[in-house]
């Protein structure tokens, strides 16, 4: 079983792809552009679960392989469609519990499939539905992470396709950056009580 610890919070425990940036093996032929279809998305309310509700927003990812090697996108399970993928929060330190995104999932693995393989020239397209918070404060039950603020998307890339056989590659790469919105009446209802920073207890 593969388990990829916080869902890939972190430049430091991801593995992404970025604009003209030489990921794989062989660094002088590979060339990666990672970009979403906004750079502004609004959250909905998805659910009444938990202590604040679930949000979330569609973001539409594509990945083009400008170099002269194929790439290899982490895949989960046989039913997944899309590849790992992170969420990066950019504002540290400004309006979110922590200095997460809220929308980070853990990956849990037991029955890792073949990677994604993009070729050479080839776009490909997911439409990733973010959803969050995805983690709570074991004492108080509230939300860690951002619901709002500047972030980033990665993917997780391998040296080839076969999970157990490849090396995940060490460059951190993102998306380009966007804002994630969320509405005023929403913020209202985000919790039935004021927090203060230091009734949060973060790992």
């Not at 079983?1 to 991801?14: E, Y």
Request: glycine letters at 12%; hydrophobic letters at 40%; charged letters at 20%.
């Amino acid at each position: 079983m593969r388990s990829f610890a916080g869902g890939l919070t972190s430049m430091a425990m991801i593995v992404g792809v970025g604009a003209a940036c030489g990921l794989l093996a062989d660094r002088e032929e590979a060339e990666l552009l990672l970009t979403t279809d906004r750079t502004e998305y609004v959250v909905a309310r998805v659910s009444e679960d938990g202590v604040t509700g679930r949000y979330g927003f569609a973001v539409e990812v594509r990945l083009e392989n400008r170099g002269r090697v194929p790439i290899y996108l982490g895949r989960c399970g046989p039913e997944s469609t899309s590849p790992i993928h992170g969420v990066a929060f950019l504002d540290a330190g400004a309006g979110g519990l922590g200095h997460h995104s809220a929308y980070v999932r853990g990956w849990t693995c037991p029955d890792r499939q073949p990677a994604f393989r993009v070729e050479p020239g080839e776009v490909r397209i997911d439409t990733l539905r973010l959803r969050g918070p995805n983690r709570t404060d074991g004492h108080t039950g509230v939300p860690i992470g951002a619901l709002e603020g500047r972030m980033k998307l990665f993917y997780l890339v391998q040296e080839c396709a076969e999970p157990e056989a490849c090396a995940v590659t060490e460059d951190v790469g993102s998306s380009n950056p966007f804002q994630v919105i969320l509405p005023a009446h929403l913020q209202a209802a985000r919790f039935p009580e004021p927090l203060a920073f230091s009734r949060i207890s973060l790992p």
